[in-house]
């Protein structure tokens, strides 16, 4: 092969490369969009703002919301603002880890994060079962009923 062919060659080579590898960016970058995506659904039904500030009365009815679905407490953490549950679903252990944290000047935000395993819970049924019981329970504390 002499040098004018070589140097051909060597060009082509580097052209298919970079027009591969462009290839491989949109398709990375197409998938980095889907999951962020996914993670922003995924948070939204992950995530629920409550008009309050009692933030050791919302962790005590979150205990009791989470006993009431049948979780038991492997962890409470008031300072954190942290609750964490696990139950038994379909011979897989359900983890539901329960996050407090004040939002703003007059909220709190509720965040709650589902695991079967090392997996976690994208189905947003688990949450809405939650959030929905949360919501009734402020409603009985707030009314003090028991």
Request: hydrophobic share 40%.
């Given at each position: 092969?002499?040098?004018?062919?070589?140097r051909?060659?060597?060009?082509?080579t580097?052209t298919?490369?970079?027009?591969g590898?462009?290839g491989?960016?949109?398709?990375?970058?197409?998938?980095?969009?889907?999951a962020?995506?996914?993670?922003v659904?995924?948070?939204s039904?992950q995530?629920?703002?409550?008009?309050?500030?009692?933030?050791?009365k919302m962790?005590r009815t979150?205990?009791s919301v989470?006993?009431?679905?049948?979780?038991?407490l492997?962890?409470a953490?008031?300072?954190l603002g942290?609750?964490?549950?696990?139950?038994?679903?379909?011979?897989n252990?359900?983890?539901?880890?329960v996050?407090?944290r004040q939002?703003g000047?007059n909220q709190?935000?509720v965040?709650?994060?589902?695991?079967?395993g090392?997996?976690?819970?994208?189905?947003?049924?688990?949450y809405?079962d939650f959030f929905?019981?949360?919501?009734?329970?402020?409603f009985?504390?707030?009314?003090?009923?028991?």
């Amino acid at each position: 092969m002499n040098r004018s062919s070589a140097r051909i060659f060597s060009y082509f080579t580097v052209t298919i490369l970079c027009v591969g590898l462009m290839g491989c960016g949109t398709a990375s970058r197409s998938q980095l969009l889907a999951a962020e995506q996914s993670q922003v659904a995924l948070r939204s039904f992950q995530t629920r703002a409550f008009d309050t500030l009692d933030k050791e009365k919302m962790m005590r009815t979150i205990i009791s919301v989470l006993q009431d679905l049948e979780f038991v407490l492997q962890d409470a953490n008031f300072s954190l603002g942290t609750v964490t549950g696990e139950k038994f679903v379909k011979n897989n252990v359900l983890k539901m880890t329960v996050t407090v944290r004040q939002r703003g000047e007059n909220q709190l935000l509720v965040r709650a994060n589902a695991q079967f395993g090392v997996k976690t819970v994208e189905d947003p049924l688990p949450y809405q079962d939650f959030f929905n019981a949360l919501e009734k329970g402020i409603f009985l504390t707030a009314h003090q009923v028991d």
